[in-house]
């Protein structure tokens, strides 16, 4: 090659990588210059962290948290992933370094604990409050001398910190324990109170009627997420715009409806009410739930739990809308199961018996446990009509039309003529057979709590149980 013409290659070489290498910096630069929420929305994943607990191990979207965190997710066209941590210490570092973009799990409004950090604006509140089982309290003076536990590093110990130094003599340990497990020591007696969520309170007597309410700590305080805002504050904006959203359309009072609402016919008083109905109702009425879930390949329990849902096992029961008995059985459906005598409580618990073994008969196949039979009792409560009517709206809209999860969010769809109008069986109340069915598990455990030993006939999936993790519970037969 002559050497001008080697000059010239080498100078357009040259030219052509320099050309490069700005396209290649502009290209990093603009990547760089995104927002957090760009990048996320690159990536397509928002990253939650939560503390380790029974309720969302492994990150399982079987909570109000998670599953209004994936309701985020899906608003920025994302992805949600859940990873759990077992300290509030490593989740605050978590989203500090970077690890994760949000922290969900309750956590109450106070001062960050880095200047890095923010919190979004509220979507609901708790209050700090001492529990006990053995030992009651009524004041915070009662409590020198005894021994109480807090979680460690958790907003409620600052709460404990604050009453230690008005009570110096407090006995009062920090442990590095989930909720549940803080719990058990205090209806063990290994503890004599604890300091805990009021949120978590409501969830978990239920399966610890003995643990008992003493006295609140603070008002309430804001609940809300947790973010990363040293570099830019863009995915707490966009919280903040999707909770003032949610808020203003009505659908984040629905959505704390469906998973706190019903809790509150789960206080002490719900709990010792059913307890008695346990021991003064259920008795005349178990041989007939017995037999009719051994013939209809059912669980007696769940029966009974359908039961007293539906009339707290009165068998004479009566509603406004012409339903009756025990199992609540409209004329129309007693005289196609031939039940001749609604009141009759024998002829009601089998006529219910088999009107759910039909109607889970009758779900598609492809349909398994646990839903299918979350699917069946929605099915009992609203009809099979309204059942299908939701999932083909769910389908539509890119939900699952085969996972109560995502059908649970559709359901309530059914209220609005922006949906119903379109459907084969128009409007239904869709909000109430997600309660319903929520409600039904929640006895349905307690049953199986008080009532180990499984019955005759089970046909149930051991996918059934337990309905709520980290419940320590016999497994079916």
């Not at 708790?126 to 979680?151: C, F, M």
């Not at 110096?168 to 969520?197: F, H, R, S, W």
């Not at 009756?324 to 006529?351: C, E, K």
């Not at 008080?450 to 059934?464: D, K, R, V």
């Amino acid at each position: 090659m002559h050497i001008l013409t080697r000059q010239r290659y080498l100078k357009r070489t040259l030219r052509w990588a320099m050309a490069l290498s700005v396209v290649v910096i502009l290209f990093i630069l603009g990547f760089s210059n995104l927002t957090h929420v760009e990048t996320i929305q690159r990536d397509g994943l928002l990253r939650a962290v939560v503390v380790e607990d029974t309720r969302h191990i492994n990150g399982q979207n079987t909570t109000f948290e998670v599953s209004w965190a994936s309701t985020f997710a899906q608003a920025l066209g994302v992805e949600l992933q859940v990873q759990t941590v077992n300290s509030y210490a490593e989740l605050y570092k978590a989203v500090e370094l970077g690890f994760a973009d949000i922290a969900i799990g309750g956590l109450t409004v106070s001062t960050p604990p880095d200047s890095a950090l923010g919190y979004s604006r509220p979507y609901m509140e708790a209050l700090h409050q001492v529990v006990y089982s053995q030992t009651a309290v009524r004041s915070p003076e009662e409590l020198v001398g005894l021994r109480g536990g807090v979680k460690q590093d958790s907003t409620q110990a600052l709460a404990a910190q604050e009453l230690r130094g008005q009570y110096p003599d407090l006995n009062l340990a920090a442990y590095a324990l989930n909720t549940e497990a803080l719990i058990k020591k205090v209806v063990a007696g290994e503890l004599d109170y604890a300091i805990i969520d009021s949120n978590d309170h409501a969830f978990y007597q239920p399966f610890y009627p003995t643990l008992r309410h003493a006295f609140d700590l603070t008002e309430p305080i804001p609940v809300g997420w947790l973010f990363p805002i040293d570099k830019d504050t863009s995915l707490r904006d966009a919280a903040n715009a999707f909770i003032e959203q949610q808020e203003a359309s009505g659908q984040l009072q629905l959505v704390l409806d469906r998973y706190f609402g019903h809790l509150r016919e789960f206080d002490y008083v719900g709990i010792r009410l059913f307890e008695r109905h346990v021991a003064s109702r259920l008795p005349a009425l178990i041989t007939d739930f017995q037999q009719a879930a051994e013939q209809y390949n059912l669980d007696w329990r769940l029966l009974a739990a359908v039961g007293y849902q539906e009339s707290h096992w009165r068998p004479r029961a009566v509603s406004p809308t012409g339903v009756r008995g025990v199992m609540m059985l409209t004329l129309r459906t007693a005289g196609d199961l031939g039940v001749t005598n609604r009141l009759n409580p024998t002829q009601s618990i089998f006529g219910g018996a088999q009107y759910i073994n039909s109607l889970y008969g009758r779900l598609p196949e492809h349909i398994t446990d646990p839903d299918r039979m979350w699917f069946t009792l929605a099915a009992y409560n609203v009809g099979l009509g309204h059942l299908e009517d939701a999932r083909r709206i769910a389908e539509l809209l890119e939900y699952s039309p085969d996972h109560w999860l995502d059908l649970q969010q559709i359901l309530p769809k059914l209220r609005d003529p922006e949906y119903y109008e379109f459907t084969r069986f128009g409007f239904a109340r869709g909000d109430e057979p997600v309660v319903y069915v929520q409600n039904i598990r929640r006895y349905y455990d307690l049953l199986r709590w008080l009532f180990p030993e499984q019955g005759e006939g089970n046909g149930i999936s051991p996918e059934l149980q337990p309905s709520l993790p980290g419940i320590a519970l016999p497994p079916l037969l």
